[in-house]
Every structure is written in structure tokens, then in C-alpha cells.
């Protein structure tokens, strides 16, 4: 067993394991969905909102609350266009609630 002694950033371990890298890209591409998406949701409501995983053409939003959970779904026709104009594959929003913390 090889073990590091001396600490080592994110990005380090992410240029050693190619697994790790590819979580990194996953969730770097959600959360840069969200920003291409933030203007066009109220601004009360996105505090309420993670960005989750993509697969294929649905990306998913986690949502806290089903009223947020509600309206984001009036608001997903308009998302999508939004990310298609910026070179997003996506088809359809999946929108998954979170209980409350």
C-alpha cells in the first residue's frame, strides 16, 4: 500500500483517480446548469434549489419544499429552452423534493 504523507488538494487526488475526476466534471456541469438557469427563477426561491445529476437528456433539480417544487415545474419549459441555447442536451427537468432540514 502507497500512502501519501504530506496533504494533497482536490484537484491533485482528481488527476490520480479517474473515477474521482469524473464526479468532479458531473457536478461542476450541474451546478454551471443552474447558472445558466439562476435569472429566470425567483430570486426568494433559490435558495431553495441544488443542482443534481444529469443522465442523458434529463437533468435533475433537488428541490427543498413542494410549493418551490410547484413553480419550478411552471418554470421547466423555459429552463430547458434556456439550456438548449447554451448547448445543454436536455430534454426535461426531473424535479425531486427534499424533506426539510
Given amino acids: 500500500?502507497?500512502?501519501r504523507t504530506a496533504p494533497f488538494t482536490l484537484q491533485q487526488a482528481a488527476h490520480e483517480s479517474p473515477t474521482l475526476a469524473s464526479?468532479?466534471?458531473r457536478a461542476r456541469d450541474a451546478s454551471e446548469r443552474l447558472?445558466?438557469?439562476e435569472e429566470l427563477i425567483p430570486v426568494d426561491?433559490?435558495?431553495a434549489l441544488q443542482p443534481g445529476?444529469?443522465?442523458g437528456?434529463?437533468?435533475c433539480v433537488l428541490v427543498t419544499g413542494s410549493a418551490a417544487a410547484a413553480?419550478?415545474?411552471q418554470l421547466s419549459p423555459m429552463l430547458v429552452t434556456r439550456l438548449k441555447s447554451r448547448g445543454w442536451d436536455v430534454a426535461t427537468i426531473?424535479?425531486?423534493v427534499q424533506a426539510r432540514r
Fill in 71 to 73: 413553480k419550478l415545474r
Fill in 23 to 25: 464526479l468532479l466534471a
Fill in 35 to 37: 447558472k445558466a438557469v
Fill in 57 to 59: 437528456d434529463v437533468w
Fill in 45 to 47: 426561491m433559490r435558495a
Fill in 53 to 55: 445529476p444529469a443522465e
Fill in 94 to 96: 426531473r424535479i425531486k
Fill in 1 to 3: 500500500m502507497n500512502r
